[in-house]
């Protein structure tokens, strides 16, 4: 099994930036390799993709509302994942999820996966 938390959301004004972090742990999670993503759901709306990230890092993927402002990357020595958020508008406001799939190959996940996050809240202000 593996567990995920998510921390670093909060209040930021329209062009501000914040950090999350999602810490992965897991008796599995050191022995395999995983994809991670960050996915986000408004309220009314459906959960929807916002970034992956391969297991080592080296290949990253975007949503277009976010290409250009959003940056994912990992540190697989302290098994976390870190979303890098610049620039946020009022429609980025959102609970925030961290997700993780085992893979066998360095692909970036849109989808699929089994582990998740229990969220945190990113309020945008205009």
């Known amino acids: 099994q593996v567990q995920l938390v998510e921390s670093g959301g909060g209040l930021v004004q329209t062009g501000g930036s914040l950090r999350l972090s999602c810490a992965a742990s897991?008796?599995?999670?050191?022995?395999?390799?995983?994809?991670m993503g960050w996915f986000r759901q408004a309220p009314g709306k459906e959960r929807e993709f916002v970034a992956g990230?391969?297991?080592?890092?080296?290949?990253?993927d975007y949503a277009d509302s976010v290409k250009g402002r959003f940056t994912i990357a990992r540190d697989n020595a302290k098994n976390t994942v870190y979303l890098q958020m610049n620039s946020l508008k009022p429609e980025d406001t959102a609970v925030y999820y961290c997700?993780?799939?085992?893979?066998?190959?360095?692909?970036?996940?849109?989808?699929?996966?089994?582990?998740w996050g229990q969220g945190t809240q990113v309020t945008v202000s205009s």
């Open positions: 990230i391969n297991w080592s890092g080296g290949s990253t």
């Open positions: 997700a993780a799939e085992r893979v066998r190959l360095g692909n970036v996940l849109r989808s699929g996966y089994d582990y």
């Open positions: 897991g008796r599995t999670f050191s022995s395999y390799y995983y994809a």
